[in-house]
């Protein structure tokens, strides 16, 4: 009972019935007043004019009969003294009905108390028909939202009520559909994703395999009998190999990392040891080159990382710098903290990007027009960006032609050793 006092729906049928019930008893309050004063009226004359017969019949005792009709207060014995009077000649309520003024009265009375509870009935019927038509209505808009989202229509919302059991069904409804709509949208665009996955993975794949195929074949055809060719052969094979492995190995981290599925152990650890250990992975190759990579940081930064993961990431930002860069040039990383982030700054003197590839060099597979690289495979930039963005850091760069490219790399962190 409580809870149904209170739904919105029932309470407002209850104050409307409440409202027409007092609307209707005082239209009947005034209806009874009214017949009431008339009553009155009709008796004042009734006993005027009775009053008038036994004065012209008696007229010695003109004020007795006045006074006896007039006077205010009949004691308790008059009034018993006269029915019994009444009754000793005949007169009571079993041989004489309501007398002309009186029967007016009642019967006035009773036809309008039944018209104006006639009125009341329909009135009440009609309200409680509005009112359930309205709920029913309702009822049947989620009804038929629900049918249309089950034939496709997913965009589909209800009108926002805002109040009652009908309200929350009503904001039910629209975020169940909102969630299928973001779901299904959500399958769309991880099939889109697939799909362009799987056609990037053949065409990473298929130059090395042609390679492959081609070697295998002058092999097995023994097309090729000069054992230093032969050995060429063999080494191309192992290098196309190995870029195959390492593709599919980093593509296989790339899904991992899209789909959400690694956890990283996060320690609080120093940025300057993640970096180092970086660098130290890659010092072949700008040896190699003959190139400088230096780090300046006044002290020691801690944040919590997954040192593994950002190795990675790291590594792939500078090896970009090194590729990009001429022999003798300078890779610098600067490190910087403050007591809410800490920053990382990867700057090269190379040739530095286009304005036109700048916008797309973190895009999975893109390759720019200044590549120096031709074996790049374009995923190394995409995944650093993708780790650091886990790890909570966002990344941003900036490039001109002929001076360099700086990367800018930052974390955000709560507490510090």
């Given amino acids: 009972m409580k809870d149904a006092l209170k739904n919105p729906e029932i309470m407002k049928v209850l104050q409307l019935n409440f409202i027409f019930g007092l609307i209707f008893m005082l239209v009947l309050y005034i209806f009874v007043n009214k017949v009431s004063v008339n009553a009155n009226s009709e008796l004042i004359q009734n006993d005027g004019a009775i009053m008038e017969t036994l004065i012209e019949a008696h007229p010695e005792i003109k004020n007795d009969i006045i006074s006896a009709f007039t006077r205010e207060n009949t004691s308790t014995v008059n009034v018993k003294k006269g029915i019994e009077l009444s009754k000793q000649y005949g007169f009571d309520d079993s041989k004489y009905n309501l007398n002309e003024t009186l029967n007016v009265f009642h019967s006035k009375l009773i036809y309008i108390t039944l018209i104006i509870f006639a009125f009341y009935f329909i009135f009440s019927v009609a309200l409680i028909i509005t009112q359930f038509r309205k709920v029913f209505f309702k009822i049947n808009e989620v009804y038929k939202g629900a049918e249309k989202i089950m034939n496709g229509n997913y965009s589909l919302r209800l009108n926002d009520y805002t109040e009652g059991e009908l309200g929350k069904l009503s904001a039910s409804f629209n975020r169940m559909s909102s969630i299928i709509e973001n779901t299904l949208n959500t399958l769309k665009g991880e099939k889109i994703f697939l799909k362009n996955m799987m056609q990037d993975i053949s065409h990473q794949l298929k130059t090395p395999l042609s390679s492959l195929k081609i070697f295998n074949e002058l092999l097995l055809n023994q097309s090729v009998k000069d054992e230093k060719t032969v050995n060429e052969f063999l080494y191309e094979s192992e290098k196309q190999l190995d870029k195959m492995e390492w593709l599919i190995i980093n593509l296989l981290k790339m899904a991992r990392l899209d789909a959400g599925a690694i956890d990283f152990k996060n320690e609080n650890k120093s940025i300057e040891e993640t970096i180092d250990e970086s660098i130290r992975l890659l010092k072949p190759m700008y040896v190699l080159k003959n190139q400088e990579v230096s780090v300046n940081s006044t002290d020691k930064s801690y944040f919590k990382h997954d040192k593994k993961w950002l190795i990675e990431a790291f590594s792939n930002i500078i090896k970009n710098c090194i590729e990009h860069t001429e022999e003798y ?61 886990n790890q909570g850091g966002f990344i941003t760069v900036k490039s001109i032609i002929g001076q360099g490219t700086k990367f800018s790399i930052v974390f955000l962190y709560d507490e510090q050793k």
């Fill in 329 to 389: 040039g300078q890779i610098k990383i600067e490190i910087y903290k403050s007591p809410i982030m800490v920053k990382v700054t990867i700057e090269d003197n190379g040739g530095g990007i286009s304005k036109e590839d700048l916008p797309h060099i973190f895009e999975r597979f893109y390759k720019g027009k200044g590549v120096y690289n031709k074996n790049s495979t374009g995923i190394g930039l995409s995944m650093a960006k993708s780790i650091i963005e």
